[in-house]
């Protein structure tokens, strides 16, 4: 059973969305906090499915590929229920698209690169932007029911530029040294770290 549970948590991640996008319509500040509670959830999860993997060994096909597909629908699901909750709006927008957009391209080229069986691993920024993402995204999600004097919605709004400006240098990193595969060019340095 426990050879299991990091493809579990990874699940669980996966099931949780609906839940999450419905906590939305909760009334008053439970619209605020359940989400970002179910959220937090995932975030948790995550975190034990990699350090599981790890730790015991465990890593398997399935969690390779049910893992980033996991975090992929839970950041995409997040970025669009803030912009049709308008937590993230007006030029903040634009942060999100291109989180998205990076998504999408980096999920593509992983795709076409196994293929080839060539693997991309995640790099350390790649991790870093994670972390800077959920930390905003989570922080937009209770920002309506915050306190007016922690200006949350400003923070959560400039840790989404953050998010966004690492996401373009990780996508650029990702792509350049993927390009390297379809064109056939040997390396000229190591994959991204």
């Known amino acids: 059973m426990l050879t299991d549970l990091p493809n579990l948590l990874t699940l669980s991640r996966i099931l949780v969305i609906p839940a999450f996008c419905a906590a939305f ?4 500040a439970w619209g605020c906090w359940v989400p970002l509670g179910l959220f937090a959830f995932a975030g948790i999860t995550d975190f034990a499915d990699g350090y599981l993997a790890r730790r015991y060994g465990q890593t398997s096909a399935l969690g390779r590929f049910l893992d980033p597909v996991a975090d992929k629908l839970l950041i995409a699901a997040a970025i669009l229920m803030l912009v049709a ?11 999100a698209v291109v989180i998205l957009c990076r998504e999408v391209a980096v999920t593509g080229l992983r795709e ?14 790649a991790k870093w932007k994670t972390t800077v993402q959920i930390l905003a995204l989570g922080t937009l999600m209770g920002a309506p029911a915050a306190t ?13 530029w953050l998010a966004a400006l690492i996401t373009l240098y990780t996508g650029y990193d990702y792509l350049r040294a993927g390009l390297q595969h379809v064109t056939g060019e040997a390396p000229k340095s190591d994959p991204p770290t």
């Open 112 to 125: 076409f690169l196994a293929e080839l069986r060539v693997r991309v691993p995640v790099s350390k920024l």
């Open 25 to 28: 319509w909760l009334p008053g």
């Open 85 to 95: 909750f308008d937590r993230i709006h007006d030029l903040s927008v634009l942060a």
């Open 148 to 160: 007016p004097w922690l200006h949350a919605t400003e923070i959560g709004e400039i840790g989404l």
